[in-house]
């Protein structure tokens, strides 16, 4: 398990969490839910490009890693000198000191990573919905990252994707401007439909695309990718065949003059069917597939609920968990939200995941949820508060504890409460 530690970055003053495949944070409008997904898609990001390139690429001072975290994330200003992030996998580590002003990247263990595809869904996406948002020139944000995507990702749909609870089809269709929304009766433009919509249908096609599309169709790989995966398969060869036939990597036998004669050696072994030879290839053949190609997905979502009805919000998270458990892919999906609904259908779909046994078959069979059922041990939820700490608010089973839903509620009838007595029928 990932954990990550934030002390003092913008409204955040001390996060520790353990990163689960499902993890959901809710706060208040300016708490800092969103500077810790960001801290979190970043950190995600620099593992990979430091393990598929087999070096801390170029990251070698704090001003190096300021630069672009704050750059592509839009959060100038909010690491100050106290300001401190700590990222730890089974595969890599890094640490931003603020204090002692240190940057420390390391690969623990090259062989416990599996490749994943990370992909951040910034709150603003409506902004995709602007006709000709192709010819605009954005700053190299994570705003312009994702219409990069965006507009490379839609032409893969001209084929109408239906999502039944929003009770329309989304189809990519260039000869008609692009974006269509349809639904019997009328067809118009994305730019055209509703504000829930606008919002609501680029992150469900995104999803789709990194959840299901990915794996159901061969990656083409640009030159930098070709490379890099050559580099890796040859680490691994060198690690997991030649030290382990001779005790020297193909460095050290290529400074010995050996190298070639026992590349040759090993290829006939291979041939000749040699049973530790064909072990070991088979073993190094597995390590790289996990090293090169995508093993999972990891979505960081702000906002879902944005213009979105409370019952959609519920059939949103259903559709989300849904997908993220369509295949047998350990994925990984980071929610960010102000609404207590997004909680209440988490909450839902774990509790259906505890009675699953008990309850009976036609009536699970009614449940909207039906098909979202989740371990509570793949999700946690957090609450930050308006003091910028982060708390978990679980309990141990696994549901949102009651105190949290009756306080929320107490907020909201508090003066109804209060005015309720003053009311003349």
Known sequence: MTQIIIKNVGPVRSVDMNLNHINLIIGAQSSGKS?????????SWLEKECITNLSTIGFVTTEDFLNEIETFHSIKGYFKPDSYVRYESDSFFAEYDGPSDRISLRIKDLYAYLKPKIFYLPAER?????????????????????????????SHYETRME???????????????????????YDVPLSSASSGLKSTLPLMVLADY????????EENLSFEKRERNSKLRLKVFSDLVFRKLFGK???????????????????????????????????????????????????????????????????LVY?????????DRKNHLTLTTHSPYILYAINNCVLGYLVRNQIPAEQL?????????????????????????????????????????????????????????YYND
């Open 35 to 43: 500077t810790i997904a960001k801290i979190i898609s970043f950190c």
């Open 126 to 154: 409506c902004i995709s919905s602007i006709p000709g948002i192709e010819r605009i020139e954005l700053p190299e944000n994570n705003l312009r990252n994702f219409i990069f995507d965006w507009i490379s990702i839609r």
């Open 163 to 185: 999502i039944p609870w929003l009770r329309v089809n989304y189809y990519f269709d260039k000869s008609k401007g692009g974006d269509r929304v349809s639904s019997p009766g």
């Open 210 to 217: 990194f959840l299901r599309w990915v794996y159901d169709h």
């Open 249 to 315: 990597d193909l460095q050290m036998l290529d400074q010995e003059g050996n190298a070639s004669a026992r590349m040759d050696e090993v290829q006939k072994r291979l041939e000749m069917r040699d049973p530790e030879v064909v072990r070991l290839n088979a073993e190094a053949m597995d390590q790289i597939q996990k090293l090169v190609t995508t093993q999972y997905s990891s979505l960081i979502i702000e906002e879902p609920e944005q213009n979105l009805f409370p019952s959609s919000q519920h059939d």
């Open 319 to 327: 559709d989300l968990i849904r997908m993220l458990k369509a295949n």
């Open 365 to 421: 069979a009614q449940l909207k949820c039906r098909d979202s059922l989740i371990d509570p041990a793949l999700v946690s939820v957090y609450q930050i508060t308006t003091e910028g700490n982060l708390q978990k608010i679980q309990q141990e089973d696994g549901l949102i504890g009651k105190n949290y839903f009756d306080d929320t509620m107490k907020e909201i009838m508090d003066d109804f409460y209060s005015l309720i007595d």
